[in-house]
């Protein structure tokens, strides 16, 4: 049963609602009409219920937004029961509603941005949807426009997990007002330009113990065969090779995302190492720390690039990646 709002609005509506729907069957074959009823009440019908409570006057424009872009969710199976990436569902049912006012004002353009969130970061390996929900839950009631909205999205996908959003989401944490990006990163006393200067400064800010990344893919890893890897030109990333394919690999504090790469950007990547690194047997020397790895001495294969140390071996299928500061 969906909320007497709900059913309201579709009933004065009826005749166009029905005619949208036929459109989209015919733009989409397979659009599944018993998927889409079952969408329109999980997913539409407590956003409808929220900007109902919020700005009635505004319910019925909002209503016909969603109800087109259900449509065409569930058309390329994206939303509904038998979506690939059911997150998608829980973002409309769970999240949006608590954007109701921004929801009146612009629909098509929150619902975009969550949707769009929601399909990326359950594309990403590693990533965190829930802790990205409830980061934005925590700040919706200071979001007051699209841009913002945006801007902290960003900053909160970084956070769960999309290492390679960092500058950024470091650039849109600029447009917020400071407390609104503090809030974002979960630091309300501080001031925003030092935290600033301190992400900017260092990835692994709030890190100390780094952390692993991989495994062998016959198991749900990443890697075919034990990495090797090698410190990128540009010195923010690592490249890395495993069963005759390469990767980019990019870490800090809050994740690590592997990318698609070629032979020849490994080949052109670098095996330097700063002097402050020193491996003795199977223990690593940063500066003063000093780590006990539990691997074979002998085959630990070491690359840094400007902030991080990676190490590997052929006895693992995993990265270990250790801030250097």
Request: one cysteine or more.
């Amino acid at each position: 049963m969906i909320s007497p709002a709900f059913a309201s609005i579709l009933a004065s509506g009826r005749a166009q609602f029905n005619a949208r729907a036929v459109e989209a069957r015919r733009r989409f074959p397979a659009l599944d009409m018993a998927a889409f009823g079952a969408f329109l009440h999980d997913g539409v019908d407590p956003l409808v219920q929220a900007v109902s409570a919020a700005a009635p006057e505004r319910v019925g424009g909002v209503t016909l937004a969603a109800y087109d872009m259900a449509l065409e969710l569930v058309g390329h199976g994206l939303a509904g029961p038998a979506a690939k990436n059911p997150f998608l569902n829980t973002v409309w049912r769970e999240l949006a509603p608590q954007f109701a006012p921004l929801l009146a004002t612009a629909p098509v353009d929150v619902l975009g941005m969550l949707s769009n969130a929601a399909i990326h970061l359950g594309s990403v390996a590693g990533a965190r949807p829930a802790q990205w929900q409830a980061g934005m839950a925590a700040v919706a009631p200071q979001v007051g426009s699209v841009v913002q909205l945006r801007a902290v999205g960003q900053v909160l996908a970084w956070r769960a997990g999309v290492a390679h959003f960092r500058l950024g989401a470091l650039a849109a944490a600029d447009t917020l007002p400071p407390a609104l990006a503090l809030a974002a990163f979960g630091e309300p006393g501080a001031q925003w330009p030092q935290v600033h200067a301190q992400l900017m400064a260092n990835p692994w800010r709030g890190n100390a113990d780094g952390r692993e990344f991989g495994s062998f893919s016959g198991l749900g890893g990443a890697f075919g065969t034990p990495p090797q890897v090698r410190a990128t030109v540009d010195g923010c990333g690592f490249a890395v090779r495993s069963a005759e394919r390469h990767y980019l690999l990019v870490a800090d504090a809050y994740g690590a995302v592997l990318h698609s790469a070629t032979a020849q950007e490994y080949e052109q990547a670098t095996t330097g190492m700063p002097s402050s690194v020193r491996l003795d047997g199977a223990t690593v020397h940063v500066g003063a720390r000093s780590i006990a790895l539990d691997l074979p001495a002998g085959d630990i294969a070491l690359a840094a690039n400007a902030h991080t140390l990676a190490i590997t071996s052929p006895w693992t299928h995993a990265i270990r990646l250790l801030p250097l500061a």
